[in-house]
């Protein structure tokens, strides 16, 4: 039963709690959840909205699909669903839901317009869709050494390299805005936040599971293989000169919510 108890990621949870404030409970609905990941928000939303409506998860990770069952049955949670899929081939029907939510997903589908042009096709007349996504400056602590590092190594190529993985992955404000807007959907309000992540120094940042798990690999195929090592056993040297000197290091994460009316 403690296990239940254990279920919410510490990455999501800043998007994840702004997005469930944003949310205008309504009854008698079907519910979207688009990369629904390890499960939040998308079960917590699924125990708030109760019995009368149905919660729909989309994810193209079978490990996420396996995780969320598992977390479902453990949790007694009767009218939720997860289905295997990609944003950008719905597998519902026109006009199925009342509420579309994504909690820092639609920053990693192959295509942002398709996706939310499936989002418009999906979505009831009325609908609401609640969006957060971290924006371009995510970590600019951390990316202003990475670029420092490599011009000092005459590496401007792999500079390029990191520069198109920040454009491709996290876009600004304006960019979001107009591609929902030019999709259909109409903006309530735009909410711009962030938070910090905070290390004793940067080999504690660098060795962080969340960043070996999830940034390492981007980081590091922006580099020749052989000069790898090299890059970053500079970069931690650097990042630990920081923490010296300011007595911790501390990660900026900024990120927005979109409130979206069809």
């Not at 390029?160 to 600004?172: A, C, G, L």
């Amino acid at each position: 039963m403690s296990l239940s108890y254990d279920d919410l990621p510490l990455w999501s949870a800043p998007f994840g709690l702004t997005l469930l404030d944003t949310i205008r409970m309504k009854s008698n609905i079907n519910v979207l959840d688009i990369g629904s990941g390890s499960g939040f928000p998308m079960l917590e939303l699924a125990e708030r909205m109760g019995k009368t409506c149905m919660l729909y998860g989309l994810d193209p990770s079978t490990e996420a699909i396996e995780m969320i069952t598992a977390k479902k049955t453990l949790k007694e949670i009767v009218f939720a669903k997860i289905v295997k899929g990609v944003a950008e081939e719905i597998p519902f029907p026109d006009e199925y839901f009342g509420l579309i939510t994504s909690n820092n997903g639609l920053n990693n589908v192959t295509d942002q317009a398709a996706s939310l042009a499936e989002c418009f096709r999906v979505a009831d007349k009325g609908a609401q869709m609640v969006l957060t996504m971290n924006l371009p400056h995510t970590m600019i602590e951390f990316y202003d050494v990475f670029e420092e590092t490599l011009q000092k190594q005459g590496m401007t190529e792999e500079i390029e390299k990191m520069k198109e993985h920040i454009s491709e992955k996290r876009k600004p404000v304006d960019f979001l805005k107009e591609l929902i807007l030019c999709t259909g959907f109409n903006i309530r309000t735009i909410n711009v936040d962030g938070f910090k992540m905070k290390y004793c120094d940067g080999s504690a940042f660098l060795n962080h599971s969340f960043i070996r798990n999830n940034f390492m690999d981007p980081w590091k195929s922006c580099l020749p293989e052989k000069q790898t090592e090299q890059v970053f056993s500079i970069i931690e040297q650097k990042l630990n000169a920081i923490s010296l000197e300011k007595g911790e290091l501390v990660m900026s994460i900024p990120y927005v919510c979109f409130d979206c009316l069809k």
